[in-house]
């Protein structure tokens, strides 16, 4: 036991001294908070949009109002040249193009029927398919008013049946996104301290060579571990709450849960995180390897995690694996108790799988380690 | 000599990596308080034997006690009467003098007291009080090596094990080195040195020559030069690896 | 000349002999290519929602039945009344809940006029927009099918056109930001990690003290990065054209040095980071927070620039990722030339120089 202190002394100093770690563990937190969480938005605003209005009409002009009124959209181009309008939409001065052909209102009033045309850059998919329903959205409300206007509401509108969908957003009636991120970028942080850094952190006695320094010493591989775990695992609990605090003070995140199921729940999937980090530093002789190990299943389990996407819309195999992907469990209970306030019988069997796994890595980790090292 | 205590005793230890027989029957003795030099050219077999003696790995076949503990079932036993100081630098560069010299003495169980008195007084012997505080990585490479040597004996150690310990410096610093194993040896720590350079084998009291795996001579230094009609230890090494080649 | 072939075989040597690394580094664009175009979309599918139905009538189970038949939901609980909702949420069972009112048929035939009302766990807010845009959908698409024998007067027709991307599939976004972010994390975070293992490890003095020039080290040092990084795009172009269905319209071989030139910048941005770091770690931090994450986020890879807060937006277009996905998107999707993109290769072209000059100076004054 004594000689575990002697270890966590000298790692806690050489993680001090390591002049990387300073602004890992202060100034990344802040960093990643702040772009990821800004960055991440799919709420549209200001789509560049060319307006091509070849009619001139009172109705045309209504029309193209409606689009630069509203806040989804920023008329970036006037036109009569749909051949000008396309080039707008190549060189990426906007994101769609409004064409509204000559004789539209005549068409309109006339025949009871008149088209308009809408194009979309449509390479970022989601992107157009939100344009494109916004787009909608004011067409139809314009078409409305313009059928209240000539024809007047009262006459023909009774005949037709509506069925009204009221939504009603509950944990968060803003619709922010920015809560539901701020979670999910301290569960990556929390993920890259206890797995990348830590199975770095052993690699580096290997290459520097001092572990055969430590291996002709009395000491115990398990405190050799244990001292090489724990300094880690208590700076991924103090960057969890350095970072409940920004969000709580930044981003204003709702700590609906209970904080200590919050810690709780850390607790354990750290181990699973420590547990994988230390399985990678015993197969990689340098810190290059580790790393890159480390990296490549943080990217694959971090996307599939469920941090942009919800993993019900993922096909069956992306769910299957997901059974066995720890970051998913904690992307889904950190999210659960800070934003819905969720107890611990909701989360119970997640929290209990969780913990099965953390208590299997990790003992399968000290266990080949020590097998390894023989 | 003979009436001397043992304190290392290998007998028919052999070491295999697959078909590659790396100990080929070692047989030797060390006595309490000398200093044994551990000769070979590089790939002979040295740094295998080593780390069987040091507990790091198990031989294929033979035995081994080190200070009268088995090399297969008391390796920690063995691990807490040896030092070891490898010819990589084995002290942490981001630590500085002093707290090399704690972790490492803590690790062997001294108390936090006794730790205290150690470093002030080796602070003393090596002339570094006024780098206690230094990193190792800013310290000159002749005394990291001296500090490093300290801090292998740091626990009183039966056994000292150094691997190469001089390689790449200069011969003053190499001359001071082995100022300090004379002293430590005095003080009756067993010595149990390798290394390539043929003149530092003049200063140890017995010398064995390895070559291909199989220890090809075993003797004082005089021993040996008398044995080969040899003038210096480079000339009976010389001789020693003709005959192999000639093999 | 000689030296310096005998060094580039030493370093070639040295990657492929570590085949755990070279493995990952060849799947990780394929298994990258495939999360973004399977798992990692937008798309609504198999949502969980449940349904509190006071109605209990032949409209209500029609919609229900409507709702569960669209692919896009999955009815897996269905509720007795208001105080179930908050306990499926916290369990996180559904996210959404559709409430029928009572007399639900009877007021559309009486009234004309019926109410829903769609509860959604807003905890992600992005999901439970698209969620209840996607059931409003679908109960509008009921009511107009019921008013069918209804003619509206005075009908605006909308005819959408999605260019180059007809179907909205996921695929054309992330052909271009994976190309990116594979050849940053190569070409750029192993490049500096690795020299900067030299400089930590101390060899890197005695490569500077062999006849061996400095430029010439270094470029030994990063081309087997290169060339690495040069298959991975074969490899992505391959995937997405055969396996992806999208194809190249503009030329390849300007693609192709599109990708060089990328690949050179992500060099010189290594060798950068190198010069200016002694430990593997702070090069690797460096290298994550300053290229990779950037490369991801601040690039149009996932999320358009325009909705950024402006500080964001300045730090796009300082991104060289941000430039080497416009061209990509607009050579390979778009089927534009040179001339598209000139201004964005002159960009990426400034880089180069700059980053290069920066590395030199500093690694002069290191030898000085």
Known sequence: MRTILFILQKEFLQIRRNRAMIPIIFIAPIIQLFIMVNAATLEMKNISICIVDNDLSSTSRQLTNKFSSSPFFKVTGNTFDMNEARLQIESNKAQMVLNIPAGFEKRLVRENKAEVQMLFNAINGTVAGIGNAYANQIMMGYNREVIAKWIGISKNMPTMKTIEPIPSFWYNPDMNYKIYMVPAILVILVTIMGMLLASMNIVREKEMGTIEQINVTPIKKIHFVIGKLVPFYLIALFMLSFGLTIGKLVFNVPFVGNLGMLFAVACVYLLTVQGIGLLISNSANTQQQAMFVSFFFMIVFIMMSGIFTPTDSMPQWAQIINYFNPIAYFMKLIRMILLKGSEFHDIYKDFMILLGYGVVMITLAVMRYKKVSN | MSERETIITVSHLVKKFGDFTANDDLNFEVYKGEIFGFLGANGAGKTTAIKILCGLSKPTSGNATIAGFDVYTQKDDIKNSIGYMSQKFSLYEDLTVTENIRFFAGIYGMTRKDIKIKTQQLLAKLELEDSAKKLIKDLPLGWRQKLAFSIAIVHSPKIVFLDEPTGGVDPITRRQFWNQIYEAAAEGVTVFVTTHYMDEAEYCDRVSIMVDGKIAALDTPQGLKQTFEAESMNEVFIKLARVAVNN | ?368
């Open chain 3, 1 to 368: 000349m000689k030296h310096f072939k005998g060094f580039v075989i030493k370093e070639f040597y040295h990657i492929f002999r570590d085949r755990r690394t070279l493995a990952i580094l060849f799947i990780m664009p394929i298994i990258q290519m495939l999360l973004f175009g399977y798992v990692v979309t937008n798309e609504i599918k198999d949502a969980k929602i449940g349904i509190l139905d006071h109605s209990q009538d032949v409209v209500t189970r029609k919609i229900t039945d409507k709702l569960a038949s669209s692919g896009y939901f999955i009815i897996t609980k269905v509720l007795s009344n208001e105080t179930e909702i908050e306990d499926c949420f916290r369990k996180g069972t559904v996210k959404e809940v559709v409430v029928f009112e009572p007399d639900f048929a009877i007021k559309l035939e009486r009234d004309n006029k019926a109410s829903i009302h769609l509860i959604a766990d807003a905890s992600d807010a992005n999901t439970a927009n698209l969620i209840v845009n996607y059931t409003s959908a679908i109960v509008n698409d009921y009511v107009t099918k019921e008013n069918k024998t209804v003619t509206i007067p005075m009908q605006i027709g909308i005819e959408s056109r999605m260019l180059y991307n007809e179907e909205l599939k996921g695929v054309y976004m992330f052909v271009p930001g994976t190309m990116a972010l594979i050849l940053i994390l190569i070409s750029a975070l192993l490049t500096s990690v690795s020299i900067v293992r030299e400089k930590e490890l101390g060899t890197m003095e005695i490569l500077l003290a062999s006849p061996l020039r400095p430029l010439q080290i270094i470029i030994g040092k990063v081309m087997p990065y290169a060339v690495l990084s040069f298959v991975n795009v074969i490899t992505i172009l391959l995937l997405s054209n055969f396996v992806f269905g999208l194809p190249i319209q503009g030329s390849i071989l300007l693609l192709l040095l599109e990708c060089m030139l990328f690949i050179i910048l992500s060099l010189s941005l290594g060798i950068f980071i190198s010069t200016s770091t002694n430990s593997q770690q702070t090069a690797m931090m460096i290298s994550m927070m300053g290229l990779m994450l950037p490369a991801i986020m601040l690039s149009g890879f996932i999320y358009p620039l325009e909705n950024m807060p402006l500080i964001l937006q300045w730090i796009c277009h300082i991104n060289p990722s941000t430039y080497f996905i416009i061209i990509v998107k607009n050579i390979m999707l778009k089927g534009l030339g040179i001339m598209s993109v000139w201004k964005e290769t002159l960009v990426l072209l400034g880089m180069i120089v700059f980053f290069i000059t920066m590395s030199v100076r500093k690694f002069k004054i290191r030898l000085e």
